[in-house]
């Protein structure tokens, strides 16, 4: 009963953050506050939802699935290397800032390696 009640939450608690990360892709104003949202908020709810389910598993057939806690490594690695990428690429190709943002700390970093780069052409 106590494991059903804890995977319950643990999957509610997913839907929640699942939700709120989809809200967040409508919403915010730019392809670097919408990659944020995917990645740290539906990767949270997916491990939630993962998670909830492997504890079912544990507490209502004695069973330790290991299928799902690859299925969470593999989430819990890949997603925010992936939305880390797809910001960087989307910064590298020129996409602007939303114009309220009040700090870009790639800005030196890349003018950097431009400088580098034109100099070794010389």
């Known amino acids: 009963m106590t494991g ?4 319950s939450i643990l999957v509610l608690l997913g839907a ?9 892709l409508v919403r915010l104003p730019d392809v670097y506050l919408r990659s944020h949202a995917a990645t740290k908020s539906a990767t949270l709810g997916v491990l939630c939802v993962l ?3 492997f504890v079912y598993f544990l507490f209502h057939d004695g069973m330790v699935s290991y299928k799902l806690l690859l299925a ?3 989430v819990f690695i890949t997603s925010p290397v992936a939305g880390h990428l797809n910001g960087r690429s989307a910064y590298r190709s020129g996409v602007p800032l939303w114009e309220g943002s009040i700090q870009d700390d790639l800005k030196p970093s890349m003018e950097e390696d431009q400088a580098l780069s034109v100099e070794q052409d010389r």
């Open 16 to 24: 929640v953050f699942c939700g709120l990360s989809a809200f967040g």
């Open 72 to 74: 969470i490594v593999f």
């Open 4 to 7: 059903e009640l804890f995977s």
């Open 51 to 53: 998670s909830g389910a």
